[in-house]
C-alpha cells in the first residue's frame, strides 16, 4: 500500500492552520477585548492570563507559513503575493501586539502605548486573516505558475464579511477562555460580551455559508446540489447543536462548556470551509496534488512530524496544565 | 540615488528585517545557554549568587525573545511575499529543513518558555530546570537547521532538478551537512556566545564601576572574561578554517573580500584599500607581501584567483566586502586582545579590581553584535549575484510584484522596526542598569500621572503588578 503523502500533508497543514486560528485565536480575541477591560488589575489579568502561551500558539502559524513552502511550495509561492497587503498587515500587527507583552511591564509612563499597541495590533491581525481568508475562498487568478492578478484583489465585500466575522469570532473565544480562567468582575464582563459576540457570530456564519455557494459553480455543487448536499448536511446540523450548546451554557452561568462551544463553531466552520476547498489548495486553480513538493520532501519531513508533532502536543497540553485553572490575580514574574 | 527596481527593494527589504532580525535570536541563543548554565551552578551549589544572576537575565532574556520571535515571524513569509519563485523553486529542499526547525526548535522554545517565565513556583525547581534546559538546547537546534539552509544556499549539494524546474533533494544528508555547513555552523554559535559574553560583561563591568563588592556583577563579569579567553581564541581558528573552505567552494567571494582583483603569484594581504568595482582595481593599497598567501593557502607560494577572472555580472561586491570583512577580523582581535588582558589581570590576582579593565568592557560590550552584522554582510553579500549559489539568480528570485507595492512595505517595515525594536533596546538597556542582587524595579519612568484617567485612579486603588511580583 503507497501512502498518498500530499493528502496526508494537505491534512497535517489544515490541522496545523486549525490550531493556530483557535489557539491564536483567543489570545488575539482578548487583545481586541483588551481596551474594554475594566480598570488595570483587570487588564492585567486579562493579558497574564495568555502571556505563557501566546508565543506556542503562535507558532503554529510559522508552522502553517514554513509546512506550505515545505510541502506545497507552488501554492505558498502563488498564494504569498496574492495575499500581500493583508499578510504584511497581519505581520506588522502580529509585531506590535508580540512585543507589548513585555514592553508594557518595563514602562509605567508609557504604558498606555502598548496598551493600544496590544489592541491595535491583534484587531490588525484578525482583520488581516480575515481578508486573506475571503480572498483565498473567493479566488486567485492564477497564470503558469504565478498569481495574476492585482494588488487589490483581496479586496471584495465578500472578504470584508469574513474579516468582520473572524473578529467577532475570535472575541467570543477570548471572552469564552476569560470566562473560563477569571472570576469576579473580569469573568461578569466576559459573559457580558461573549453572549451578543455569539449570536452575531452565528448571524455572521450564515450570511458567508450561504453566499459561499454562490461565488462559484464549483461550490455550489458542492453544498446544494442532490445527492452531494446529503453528505454537506450534517455540518450545518452540528453548527446549530454547537450553537445552541453555546447559548445555553451561557445563559446558564458555565464556566467550561461555552469556550468548548465557540471551539467547536471554529472547527465546524473550519471543516465546511476544507469541503469547500477540496480538492484544491488555491480554490478553482491548483491542487494539492499538483501543488505537492517532489515524494521526497514530503517524506523526508513526515518522518520527523510523526515523531515530532505528538511530542509537541504533549508538551503544549503539560503547559496548558501547568497554568490551567482559574487564574490568580497575584501571580506574574514581571 | 540608485535605481529603486523591484530586485534593490526585495533585497534592501530582506536585508532590513534580517539584520533587526537576527541579533535577537543570536543573542537569545547565548543567553539561553548561559541561563542553562547559571540555574545549573544555582541547583548544584546552592549559591544566591547564581540565582539573582539567574533572575536578573530571565527578564533581559524574556524581552530579548520576545523581539526575536516576531522578528522571526516576519522572516517565515518573506520569502514567499517577495521572493516567491525563489520559494517554488527551492522550497522542495529547504521548506523540510525549516519545517524540521519549526518542529525541533521553535515548539520547543515556546513550549518551555511559559514554564521558565512563568512556572517557578508551580513546578519546582527541577523541573524549572528542565524547562530552562530545553529552552536552551530548542535555540541550538533552531541554530542547526536553519544555518544548515543557509549553508545550502551558499554551498548546494545533494540536489537535481525535476521537471517543473524546481531543485529537489537527491540525497538528504547531503543536503544538510552541505560543505560549508559545519564550518558556518560552529563559526555562528560561537559568535552568539561571545556576543553574548560580551554584554554580560559589560554590565558585569557597569555594576563593578558602581560597586566593586556586588557578587553578582563580579559572577558575570568573571564568566564572561573567562568566555572571552577560551572563545576568542577558537573562533579565530574557526573563523579561518571557515575562510579556506570558502576559498574552496566560492573563491569569487574570498578574491573580493580580499580586494585582489588580479592574479598574481604569491599573493600579498591588502591591509588597506578602496576596491573600485568600475575600474576593476583596488585604489590605494597598503599590501604586505606573501600574508595573503599564506593566510589563504598556508603556504608562501601560494595564489588565489582574483576577482577579474569571474565575468562582471557575476561578481559579488568587493566595496562591501573588504570592509565588512576587515571590520569583524578587527573586532575578533580585539576581543581576542580583551580575553587576554583579562586573563593577565586573574592570574594576578587582580581581575575585579582594574578600572581600565571594566571601562573596556563596556566599550566592547556592543562588539558582538557589530562584528556579527559584518559578518553576515560578507557572507551574504558575497554569495550575489545569486541566491543559490551558482545555481539561480537574485534577479530571477523575485516575486511578480510592482516596485510601488515592495517599497510600501518596506517603509512600513522600516518604521515599525524603528518604533518597536528601537524603544525595545531602550527598555533593555534599563533592565541592565538595574542593580544585580537587588529588588530594584524595572522602570524608573514611575513619576506621578500627568492625567488622572481611569487608569490611574485604578492603579492608585490596587497595588501595582510589579509589587505582586517582586
Known sequence: MTLDLPFIWAGLIAFAVLAYVTLDGFDLGIGILFPFGGNEASRNLMMNSVAPVWDGNETWLVFGGGGLLAVFPLAYAIIMPALYAPLIAMLIGLVLRGVAFEFRWRTRRGRFLWDAAFFAGSLVAALAQGLALGALVQGIKVSGRAYAGGWWDWLTPFSLMTAVALVVGYVLLGATWLNMKTTGEVQDRARRVAMPAGIALLVLIGIISLWTPFLHGYYYHKWLAFPAILYTAPVPLLVALAAYVLVESLAEQRDHLPFLAALALFVLSYIGLSISFYPYIVPGAVTIAAAAAPAKSLAFLLYGAVVLLPVILGYTIWSYWIFGGKLDPEAGYH | ?470
Open chain 2, 1 to 470: 540615488m540608485p535605481h529603486l527596481d523591484a530586485e534593490t527593494l526585495a533585497r534592501s527589504q530582506f536585508a532590513f528585517t534580517m539584520a533587526s532580525h537576527i541579533i535577537f535570536p543570536s543573542f537569545s541563543i547565548g543567553l539561553a545557554s548561559y541561563l542553562a548554565v547559571l540555574e545549573a551552578l544555582w541547583l548544584l551549589r546552592g549559591a544566591a549568587v547564581y540565582k539573582s544572576a539567574f533572575d536578573y537575565w530571565k527578564k533581559i532574556f524574556a524581552v530579548v525573545f520576545g523581539m526575536g520571535v516576531v522578528s522571526g515571524l516576519v522572516m517565515s513569509y518573506q520569502f514567499g511575499t517577495n521572493w516567491s519563485v525563489f520559494s517554488d523553486k527551492v522550497g522542495p529542499v529547504i521548506g523540510p529543513m525549516m519545517g524540521y526547525e519549526v518542529m525541533s526548535a521553535f515548539f520547543l522554545e515556546a513550549g518551555f518558555l511559559g514554564v521558565m517565565l512563568f512556572g517557578e513556583a508551580k513546578v519546582g525547581r527541577a523541573l524549572h530546570f528542565f524547562a530552562t534546559l530545553m529552552v536552551a538546547v530548542g535555540t541550538l537546534f533552531s541554530a542547526f537547521w536553519i544555518l544548515s539552509v543557509n549553508s545550502w544556499m551558499q554551498t548546494p549539494a545533494g540536489y537535481g532538478i525535476n521537471a517543473q524546474g524546481q531543485y529537489i533533494a537527491l540525497d538528504w544528508m547531503a543536503v544538510i551537512f552541505n560543505p560549508s555547513f559545519a564550518y558556518r555552523l560552529v563559526h555562528m554559535v560561537l559568535a552568539s556566545y561571545l556576543t553574548t559574553a560580551f554584554v554580560v560583561g559589560g554590565v558585569g563591568a557597569f555594576h563593578l564601576l558602581r560597586n566593586s563588592a556586588n557578587d553578582a556583577a563580579r559572577l558575570m563579569f568573571s564568566m564572561a572574561l573567562w568566555m572571552a579567553v577560551i572563545v576568542a581564541p577558537v573562533q579565530i581558528a574557526a573563523g579561518d578554517a571557515h575562510g579556506l573552505n570558502t576559498l574552496q567552494y566560492q573563491p569569487a567571494k574570498i578574491a573580493a573580500m580580499e580586494g585582489d582583483f588580479s592574479t598574481k603569484p604569491h599573493t600579498p594581504l591588502i591591509l588597506f584599500g578602496i576596491p573600485d568595482m568600475e575600474a576593476q582595481t583596488t585604489h590605494d593599497k597598503i599590501e604586505i607581501p606573501y600574508l595573503g598567501a599564506l593566510i589563504l593557502t598556508h603556504s608562501l607560494e601560494g595564489s588565489i584567483q582574483g576577482l577579474k577572472h569571474w565575468p562582471r555580472a557575476d561578481q559579488p561586491d568587493a566595496t562591501i566586502l573588504f570592509f565588512t570583512f576587515r571590520l569583524m577580523v578587527a573586532l575578533g582581535f580585539a576581543m581576542l586582545g580583551f580575553g587576554l588582558w583579562g586573563a593577565w589581570l586573574r592570574w594576578r590576582g587582580e581581575l575585579h579590581e582594574s578600572r581600565a579593565l571594566q571601562v573596556a568592557a563596556i566599550i566592547m560590550a556592543p562588539s558582538g553584535f557589530i562584528a556579527l552584522l559584518a559578518g553576515w554582510v560578507t557572507t551574504e553579500v558575497g554569495r550575489q549575484p545569486y541566491t543559490v549559489y551558482g545555481l539561480l539568480r537574485t534577479d530571477q528570485s523575485l516575486s511578480p510584484l510592482a516596485a510601488p507595492a515592495i517599497a510600501t512595505s518596506l517603509l512600513a517595515f522600516v518604521i515599525v522596526y524603528f518604533l518597536v525594536f528601537g524603544i525595545g533596546i531602550f527598555y533593555l538597556l534599563r533592565l541592565m542598569r538595574r542593580t544585580p542582587g537587588t529588588s530594584e524595579t524595572d522602570f524608573d519612568d514611575s513619576g506621578p500621572m500627568r492625567s488622572a484617567g481611569r487608569a490611574a485612579v485604578a492603579r492608585l486603588l490596587q497595588p501595582p503588578h510589579i509589587s505582586a511580583a517582586e
